[in-house]
């Protein structure tokens, strides 16, 4: 469960930015769209994708970058966009059927015997030493895990957002493609509750991502997603807020140096949200106004 803490703080930063987005909502879909190519290469470099943002925007741009011929690799960058393009767009209530259609286009071009489809018996999957569900049991316990989401109060959105996200990645319903189409499921169920979309960051992967994986498939405990769900939430509200209230926005090195903080001390305050930090084609960033806290 998301502390009152976090929580006052994020209804705090949420309110800031919902009417921010009723007086600017051409700036806050602009936001959205710039981050489309970074939210694509965060999610494919998690499963080991080698293209940069650079190679993702080219691929975007309808351009074959230089020396780049994996073209699973093309493939994926394109088809994530298209699922996440198709996202924000979307006002369909979740479902099952809305997973399968995004995975359809995911793997479009890639898994075409698999695309748009559940595991069927047979199909066994193993990520590590995690093996995925029985797949005759796949349908129902991503309906038990749909059910469990919509029975959680309207104070425990993010918690339930982490909490199905575990559940869906330790299920693995698909034969491939899950990894990519849970991260997306997490922004439509945020988009879905009023919040701006995260990125999760592919960096430190294992141990700020999957090890949170880990531990809810060794003891039930979605605590460490809830909390790694609630930080990049709060960066991400700071970073919309930042972005259409602020002159200028400038490296927390920078700003660091202005205030006479060291770099690690005010990198550690970004990734624990303690400052409005955020980050921008993967480098943190912070309202050059900004001086909260500084002494």
């Known amino acids: 469960m998301v502390n009152q803490v976090t929580h006052a703080r994020i209804e705090g930063l949420l309110r800031r930015y919902r009417d921010l987005a009723r007086e600017h909502p051409e700036a806050m879909s602009q936001i959205t769209l710039a981050e489309l190519a970074e939210s694509v290469q965060q999610s494919n470099a998690i499963e080991n994708s080698t293209l940069t943002l650079d190679d993702t925007e080219q691929i975007l ?18 088809n994530l966009a298209a699922v996440t393009t198709d996202l924000m767009s979307s ?19 890639i898994r075409d015997d698999a695309a748009g489809r559940l595991r069927r018996a047979g199909e066994w999957v193993r990520v590590g030493g995690h093996v995925g569900a029985n797949p005759e049991f796949v349908w129902g316990l991503l309906s038990d895990a749909l059910t469990a989401r919509h029975e959680a109060g309207l104070n425990a959105k993010i918690d339930a957002i982490a909490r199905f996200h575990c559940e869906f990645e330790i299920i693995h319903p698909f034969v491939d493609g899950n990894g990519r189409i849970g991260r997306v499921l997490i922004n439509k169920q945020l988009q879905d509750a009023g919040f701006p979309p995260i990125i999760v960051r592919a960096r430190n992967r294992q141990r700020d991502y999957y090890s949170l994986l880990a531990t809810y498939a060794r003891t039930g405990n979605h605590a460490g997603m809830t909390r790694l769900l609630s930080l990049l939430v709060i960066e991400s509200l700071h970073k919309r807020i930042a972005l259409v209230t602020s002159r200028r926005v400038i490296p927390l090195s920078a700003w660091a140096k202005a205030h006479g903080i060291s770099g690690s001390i005010a990198t550690n305050k970004a990734k624990r949200q303690t400052i409005p930090a955020f980050r921008l084609r993967d480098r943190w960033m912070v309202a050059q106004e900004f001086a909260a806290g500084v002494h």
């Open 61 to 78: 741009d309808g351009r074959l970058p230089r020396g780049k011929s994996n073209l699973r690799e093309i493939y994926e960058a394109k």
């Open 91 to 109: 006002a369909e209530p979740l479902s099952i059927e809305l997973m399968l259609r995004w995975h359809g286009m995911l793997l479009a071009g």
